[in-house]
C-alpha cells in the first residue's frame, strides 16, 4: 500500500468538505481513475473532501456547487459556464501532479 | 457492483499482445476485438469508443503511453468486461502530453456505476510509472498478469 507521508494539514480556502468533481467523456471509466487518485491526494493534504465522478454531459448539474472540477485539458471546452476552479490533470496516475494542482486549487 | 475478473485473472482473449495498429483508431478497434472475443461487447462498441475521441479529444489517454479506450452503456455491451492490448509499435493520438500510446485498456459497462471495482484495481496497478513500460515490452499473457497482479495486489489505499 502505497501511503507516503502525511503532510501537515492544510487548511482550505473553502468550507469542508470541499466539493469537488472528476468528469470524463463517458462517465464510466477516466473520471473514476481520477476520482481514487484525488481522494489520495486530498488525503495526502488533509483536506475533507467530497470527490464524485461524472460526464461531461452531466457536469453541468453534477457541478452545480462544487467549488473544483478536475479535467483532462481535451474536455475543458466542453464544461461550459461554470463557477467552479477547472484543474487540469495531465497524468491521472501522477499522485504528486493531483496534489501540486489540488494544493494550489484548494489549500 | 462489477462481475469483472480481478486483473491478474484476466482470461486469454482479453489480453492481445503486440498488436498491429498504423493509426489510434486502430488501436482503440483492437481493444474492441478482444471485447468481442472475450464476449463482452460487439464490434459496434469499438466504434462508439472511437467516437468519444472524435467527440472530445484524445483525453482517454490519461498518463504517458496508457490509452483508456471506453465509451458508455449501451445495447452493444453483453457484460462489463476489461481488456488489455499492446501495440507493435506506439501510436500517437494526439495528446499533448502523454503520447505515444503503446498499452490500450478496453473497458465495458452494461450499467454506469459498473466500473467501480475494476477501475480502483487499474487506479492501484498504474500508480505505478514503471507498468506501462513493462507491459508494452512483455511477450506472454501471463507475463503481463504477472504485472497486474504484482502491482495491484494487497493496495488498499
Known sequence: MRNPARRPRVPSRYPEPVKIVAICGA?????EILRINAVRALERLGIDAEVSATDVG???VAA???QVILSSAELVSAIGRTNADVVVIDNYFDLEEITAKLEIAVG | MSQILPLDQLPDPAIA????APDWRSAVRAAAAALEASGSADAAYGERMIAMVE??????VIAPGLAMAHARPGPDVHAPGVVLVTLAEPVAFGHAHNDPVSVVIGLAATEADQHVASVAALANVFNDESVVPALAAATTRDEVRALLAAT????GA
Open chain 1, 64 to 66: 452545480a456547487d462544487a
Open chain 2, 17 to 20: 499482445l503486440k498488436a498491429v
Open chain 1, 27 to 31: 462517465g464510466i471509466g477516466t473520471s
Open chain 2, 152 to 155: 495491484g495486489a494487497g493496495s
Open chain 2, 55 to 60: 467527440e472530445y479529444g484524445p483525453y482517454i
Open chain 1, 58 to 60: 452531466s457536469v453541468g
